[in-house]
């Protein structure tokens, strides 16, 4: 059974290249640029097909792929070369293989969340017996919880995420905002931390003391919901980044392929059954399409959103001096940087095998 989800795993993340590099593929063809090759995968060819002008590949290695357009990197005499395109048409050619995994990865939560009755709000409908700060110039039933620390709430998950931050970094006080009949108040510095509170049972639970509204699922909600999601996996995505470059987040903490894989078949192997396992790994693969997304546009050398920085550049460069900008020398910058890049890849790699090794050991 693990090999059989580490298999699946691997296909996930195939996917994923898949649909990204099909979005540019997709845009190059509906722009009438010419396409060399498309593989899916890195490494030694395992089958190839050579279509009307296209040369179609599958290679060993997936952990990576390419829509290989003319004129990428270098100036050519050829009207449908990518660089012979106006600066709009490439733009669109390169935002194409994100939007692509963006709407792969909602169309995943959608189906994923099809099924379910409803989800909970951040209204609060009722405070457990003993919670110390509530009353009017704390928190009441019909109360809204708006943001906790600046960040917005829309349900529960929300409410959980950033309470989870905060005791992460020894807070147990947060600035809450919440909504009281249709007024905003601001209770900054507000004491708010797990305590043991009596449940229905008769016994205790360590919680903070809410009860949280339900929301009947339906067609509308269910589009809201997954609307949201993937837009909070954006804001996670933020806010890794700002720990990674904080130091707030370990090196065990940051994964590479191989680290993607190892939680996606974990996550299989924990669940109770096995389409419980696919629609674990479902998941994940929705939240990593998301991540695909915002990674490639961020601005950095031979990322999509590095691509979309020297366009720009270069229309500053041609307005400024009257004279275009070598594509060569583009080229060079993202053919160096991607040499940087594969070298994280390898050091992922080590990171991802370290840390599974040292939680066998443990």
């Known amino acids: 059974m693990q090999i059989m989800y580490i298999f699946i795993a691997i296909l996930a993340f195939g996917f994923l290249i898949a649909i990204h590099e099909l979005g540019h593929f997709f845009a190059a063809k509906a722009l009438g640029v010419k396409v060399n090759e498309f593989a899916i995968g890195m490494g030694p060819k395992l089958f190839k097909k050579q279509g009307k002008e296209t040369l179609y590949t599958l290679r060993a290695l997936p952990i990576g792929g390419f829509c290989a357009m003319d004129g990428q990197d270098e100036?050519?005499?050829?009207?449908?070369?990518?660089?012979?395109?106006?600066?709009?048409?490439?733009?669109?050619i390169l935002l194409a293989g994100s939007l692509f995994n963006f709407i792969a990865a909602f169309i995943l939560i959608v189906l994923l969340t099809s099924g379910i009755q409803g989800f909970t709000g951040t209204t609060l409908t009722g405070i457990a017996d003993g919670f110390p700060n509530q009353g009017e110039q704390?928190?009441?039933?019909?109360?809204?919880?708006?943001?906790?620390?600046?960040?917005?709430?829309?349900?529960?998950?929300?409410?959980?995420l950033f309470m989870h931050l905060a005791e992460m970094a020894g807070n147990r006080e947060v600035d809450l905002v919440i909504i009281r009949d249709g007024q905003r108040i601001e209770l900054n510095n507000f004491p708010l931390e797990r305590r043991e509170f009596p449940t229905a049972d008769g016994q205790t639970s360590l919680r903070f003391g809410f009860y949280f509204n339900l929301i009947e699922a339906g067609f509308a909600q269910n589009l809201r919901f997954s609307a949201y999601t993937a837009m909070n996996y954006v804001r996670m995505i933020r806010i890794s980044l700002a720990q990674i470059f904080t130091g707030q987040a370990g090196r065990d903490q940051i994964s590479g392929v191989v680290g993607i894989v190892d939680v996606m078949q974990n996550a299989g192997l924990q669940a109770p059954t096995f389409i419980a396992g696919l629609t674990s790994i479902a998941g994940i693969t929705a939240l990593i399409g998301v991540n695909l997304a915002v990674m490639n546009l961020l601005p950095i050398p031979a990322l999509d959103g590095g691509r979309i920085l020297f366009i720009a550049i270069s229309w500053v460069v041609e307005k400024v001096s009257r004279k275009d900008l070598d594509p060569k020398y583009e080229g060079y910058i993202h053919t160096g940087t991607m040499v940087l890049l594969f070298g994280l890849m390898i050091f992922l790699f080590y990171n991802d095998i370290v840390n599974i090794v040292t939680r066998f050991q443990n």
């Open 75 to 92: 100036l050519v005499d050829n009207p449908r070369a990518f660089t012979s395109q106006k600066r709009w048409r490439r733009v669109v």
């Open 138 to 160: 704390g928190l009441m039933a019909g109360d809204t919880l708006h943001s906790i620390n600046g960040e917005r709430l829309f349900y529960i998950q929300d409410f959980q």
